[in-house]
């Protein structure tokens, strides 16, 4: 019986030791690493697309495990950090941002299960703050109004 069982678990063990091979791979590797179907890192990129200067965008992100500071971006500027996704547990970041009067708190930008599908392809997740609300993409060229001032 203790034989079957560790035939079981066989597959289990090789998964997560490719897992944490893959997890580690060099930079000069990523782009095998990015043809998997199962993607481990992702990166987040936040745009100022606001018309001028006048007034800056202030962001701030974190997660539950790390706090991305607050940051001043200035027209055409990009905000993008990179991460692991968790396999127990949700890997959740979210963002405050501010444009002269106009705030809005709590802005999920990447969350598993939603943005592991929407963004799998690319490994990218683009938000793009415009005077109207903030735009969510994929590529960098197709956009989606996900959230209004």
Not at 113 to 135: A, M
């Amino acid at each position: 019986m203790p034989y079957n069982n560790f035939r079981t678990l066989t597959p289990l063990i090789c998964m997560l030791m490719l897992a944490s091979c893959i997890s580690q791979t060099p930079v000069s590797y990523a782009k095998s690493v990015d043809n998997l179907v199962i993607r481990f890192r992702y990166k987040v990129h936040i745009i100022n697309g606001l018309p001028d200067n006048a007034k800056p965008l202030e962001l701030s992100c974190h997660s539950n495990d790390d706090d991305l500071g607050h940051h001043t971006l200035w027209k055409d500027q990009e905000f993008r950090f990179k991460f692991g996704i968790h396999f127990w547990k949700k890997t959740h970041f979210v963002c405050n941002f501010s444009w002269g009067s106009k705030s809005l708190n709590d802005i999920t930008v990447f969350v598993n299960e939603v943005e592991t599908r929407t963004c799998r392809d690319t490994g990218n997740c683009f938000w793009k703050v415009e005077t109207d609300g903030i735009y969510f993409s994929n590529n960098d060229q197709n956009w989606e109004k996900r959230f209004n001032w």
